[in-house]
């Protein structure tokens, strides 16, 4: 379903939930990203200055009074997106619709390679592309059976081999992100959406990138997030099989990857006053 769509701008979403150590320099990477014109940062119920630090590094920045997940403020920061695009056009901006990227707060500066993210979507190759980090043990965090649910999952639904069907990393079209509407809710959003555009017809590509983020640990609370997570995946796969969610036309699902030439060369070598000012609901 990919075709060329010209360059395109792109709004980036990064939900953040207590990341005022990092969620500047996120921030930062993103702004320079190339076609990125626009940062909104969801602050799901911190309790920290994130939504501070990320305003004073120039992101748009909605609140939720109360954390309420991760798809919930993808979907926030999506809808604040077409906020600002309705803003534009009522001040006479005759605006296409932007291309979303999504991205976790914890980034800091490798946020910046997000870029070969980007470029397929612009170029029109892929309706949703996905990271691809990596193969390292602290960067993927250790949190493998949860991997492997979603990645089983996801090759019963549509017939793909996702590598990392876990990353939050991604840019899609706005018409791919309209078909996968409404998002799944928590951590089932990213096994929900690569399931839900596959079985559209839309084209899907994994991408190396050079990024990296905080791994998650081996204490209490880390195992309380694994545990969340596996629920949340186990949800989305079981709703999608029982409404018997095939590949589109029952051919070849439309998955891919593609590699980033300096990341491929790296791993060979190392083996205000806007609608977003305002908090929302809770």
Do not use: Y
């Amino acid at each position: 379903m990919a075709s060329a769509t010209g360059a395109g701008r792109v709004a980036a979403v990064i939900p953040a939930k207590d990341e005022q150590e990092r969620i500047g320099a996120t921030v930062r990477a993103v702004r320079a990203l190339p076609g990125v014109d626009l940062v909104v940062v969801v602050d799901d119920g911190s309790r920290d200055d994130t939504a501070a630090v990320a305003r004073s590094e120039g992101a748009r920045v909605f609140r939720h009074a109360r954390n309420r997940g991760k798809g919930a403020a993808m979907q926030t920061g999506a809808e604040g997106v077409l906020g600002f695009e309705a803003h534009e056009r009522r001040s006479g901006a005759d605006i296409a619709p932007r291309h979303l990227l999504f991205l976790d707060a914890d980034l800091g500066a490798t946020a910046g390679a997000a870029a070969a993210l980007i470029e397929p979507v612009r170029a029109g190759r892929a309706d949703m592309t996905i990271a691809r980090f990596p193969r390292t043990r602290a960067r993927l965090g250790g949190h493998g059976f949860v991997v492997r649910l979603a990645r089983n999952g996801i090759r019963r639904a549509t017939g793909w081999e996702t590598e990392q069907p876990l990353n939050g990393q991604r840019c899609l079209t706005r018409q791919a992100f309209e078909a996968a509407c409404p998002l799944a809710p928590g951590f089932g959003v990213e096994t929900a959406l690569t399931i839900d555009l596959l079985s559209r017809g839309f084209t899907v590509v994994e991408v190396d990138v050079a990024m990296e983020h905080r791994a998650t640990g081996t204490d209490l609370r880390s195992q309380v997030h694994r545990a969340r997570q596996f629920v949340d995946v186990a949800r989305v796969l079981a709703v999608r099989e029982l409404r018997g969610v095939r590949p589109a036309g029952g051919g070849r699902p439309r998955g891919g990857s593609e590699r980033s030439p300096r990341f491929s060369e790296r791993r060979r070598k190392n083996a205000d006053g806007l609608p977003g000012e305002a908090p929302v609901g809770d």
